[in-house]
């Protein structure tokens, strides 16, 4: 008999495939111990069908190739063994790879491997160890960092019922940090910060709403997260989070998500294969109770109580105590943009960019409005060679802040030289003079476009260094990019 | 699987794939020994017994219910 170790599901083959680091030592470890992977065929089948990318199924068959992984067929036990995963997969809400996975951890003895653990332990018996690949989960283990404990006291809306007559309210501005070094000192939160788009969620029985920061509905440009007036079962809530998608290492990725932003209504095989998760970190009303005044620690708390934790609507953890400086570190080795630290005392200030939540940024990135082009040169395949960006300034005048000629791609010139064609004009729409090589040869275009770019540093003259493309911000207002205070 | 797991080759049967290393570096990891690490003393811990005795009576009713 083999010795199988572990069961990988599909979704831990998927993060696999996607360069999670962790699912890759695991088989490595297992192999050096002389043991093996098993894999249900269901769950090969299933992942190979998630995956979009050649290259990632060639990885991930090459892998099925060495003897280390071991697939399991289904059915050669004979119809007893059919009704073995039949059952199973009908207690992990009728996902046949989770049932022929659960059933074959437990005929093998074996630890259950999972990026996605929520299904499988509804089917597994309650103290079954489950191997959790899902990066934030990871950090903890790794760092050795204690995730936040629930607070003891009890949350504000426990005795509210779904019946209270109060309005919810609506348009709540999203509270906003200052950028600035991880403070350590004092009482804090630390959370990751996450690349994507921020949101709040409005959810008042069947009604969802979900107002970017614009004041735009993008409900329906993410139908995938109608997940979440599911989940909370008739309850009304405002929560804030932020929109994002899974890049190919599994973290959220802002270049993934740009795939989604600029589809406002998206085909069900989009959604599929180009799925976004609703990362929440604040609660700030709850069944007729204003949550806003409550400490962050206790909103939290009362966020955690509410269970919202699932492949697409979750609650990332949060950490106390002296974990900042190692969760700096976990957020540069995930590859993720830093951290944002939160005063735990501290109430919810909507509209406001307050010193009580700070964004310690592993780069620094920026909002500016693009104010001009200039065509490639030679060698260049697409018509854009650099994108001319500003800021505005206290008097509401462009003010030039550099070129910006790395990080795009082809499809980004081919989207943006559209956009930029419509826009077109005969001046300079910058306030301030553009250097004469930046503008030699330049396109002028009216100034409504905002972009996101990551850069080194601001120069002692407000140009950005080095700035990198990272893509258009179609949720944002140019009116409002203005110069850091 | 209905069985209680037999697949193939001998039990117990331990071997490793020098093939591996290769596989995975082709696919971008650079596995470190930090990182196994953690998952040996994840691995080292037995699978509790109450788990087992569990599991096996799951196995059973579902071959239960087939029956």
């Not at chain 1, 998500?257 to 095989?269: E, G, N």
């Not at chain 1, 009580?356 to 592993?362: D, I, M, R, T």
């Not at chain 2, 049967?13 to 470190?32: H, M, N, S, W, Y």
Request: with cysteine.
């Amino acid at each position: 008999m083999t010795d199988i170790a572990v069961v990988y599901d599909a979704s831990a083959l998927v993060a696999y495939a996607h360069g999670q680091i962790a699912a890759a030592e695991l088989i490595s470890e297992i192999n050096a111990e002389g043991r093996h992977v098993g894999v249900p065929s269901t769950a090969l089948a299933t992942a190979l069908a998630a995956l979009t990318d050649e290259w990632d199924i060639t990885q991930l068959m090459r892998l099925m190739g060495t003897r280390t992984m071991v697939i399991l067929p289904l059915g050669d036990g004979g119809p007893d063994e059919l009704r073995q995963v039949g059952e199973f997969t009908r207690l992990a809400d009728c996902d046949l790879n989770v049932g022929h996975a659960v059933a074959a951890a437990l005929a093998h003895r074996a630890f259950y491997v999972t990026d996605n653990p929520k299904l499988a332990e509804i089917a597994l018996p309650p103290s079954w160890p489950v191997l959790d690949l899902s990066p934030v989960r990871l950090v903890s283990d790794r760092y050795g960092l204690d995730v936040a404990p629930a607070a003891v006291i009890e949350p504000a809306p426990a005795d509210r019922h779904p019946d209270d007559p109060a309005e919810i309210p609506v348009g709540i501005e999203p509270m906003l940090a200052t950028l600035g070094p991880l403070p350590t000192a004092g009482e804090w939160g630390y959370e990751f910060k996450w690349d994507g788009v921020r949101a709040i969620a409005y959810v008042d029985g069947d009604d969802l709403r979900l107002l970017a920061r614009n004041k735009t509905d993008v409900a329906h440009t993410y139908p995938e997260l109608d997940a979440l007036r599911t989940a909370l079962a008739g309850r009304r809530a405002v929560l804030d989070g932020e929109i994002v998608a899974l890049g190919r290492t599994g973290v959220p990725s802002f270049a993934a998500l740009q795939q989604r932003m600029r589809t406002p209504a998206p085909t069900p095989a989009t959604v599929r294969t180009k799925p976004v998760r609703f990362y929440l970190f604040d609660l700030l009303y709850l069944d007729g109770t204003d949550l806003t005044p409550l400490p962050y620690v206790e909103r939290r708390d009362a966020l955690q109580r509410l269970g919202l934790s699932g492949d697409t609507v979750d609650t990332p953890p949060y950490w106390t105590g002296d974990a900042g400086p190692a969760l700096l570190d976990a957020a540069g080795e995930l590859g993720l943009e830093g951290v944002m630290a939160k005063q735990l005392g501290s109430p919810y200030q909507p509209g406001r960019r307050s010193p009580a939540w700070v964004k310690a940024p592993l780069t620094a990135t920026a909002e500016v409005v693009v104010g001009g082009y200039k065509p490639g040169g030679r060698g260049r395949s697409a018509g854009i060679g650099s994108l001319l960006v500003g800021m505005f300034d206290a008097g509401d005048r462009l003010t030039y802040v550099g070129q910006v000629s790395t990080g795009l791609s082809g499809e980004d010139q081919g989207q943006l030289q559209d956009r930029l064609a419509e826009l077109r004009q005969p001046g300079s729409p910058f306030a301030t003079p553009v250097p004469r090589p930046h503008a030699r040869q330049a396109e002028w275009v009216r100034p409504v476009l905002v972009a996101e770019v990551t850069f080194r540093s601001w120069t002692p003259d407000r140009r950005l260094r080095q700035p990198s493309w990272k893509g258009l911000r179609p949720d944002r207002d140019a009116a409002d990019v203005r110069f850091p205070g | 699987m209905a069985d209680g797991g037999a697949r193939s080759g001998a039990a117990g049967e331990r071997v490793t794939d020098p093939a591996l290393d290769e596989v995975l570096r082709a696919a971008g990891f650079q596995i470190t020994e930090a990182g196994r690490r953690r998952w040996r003393a994840e691995l080292a811990h037995p699978i509790p017994q109450a788990a087992l005795d569990d599991g096996k009576r799951l196995l059973d009713r579902a071959r239960g219910r087939a029956a």
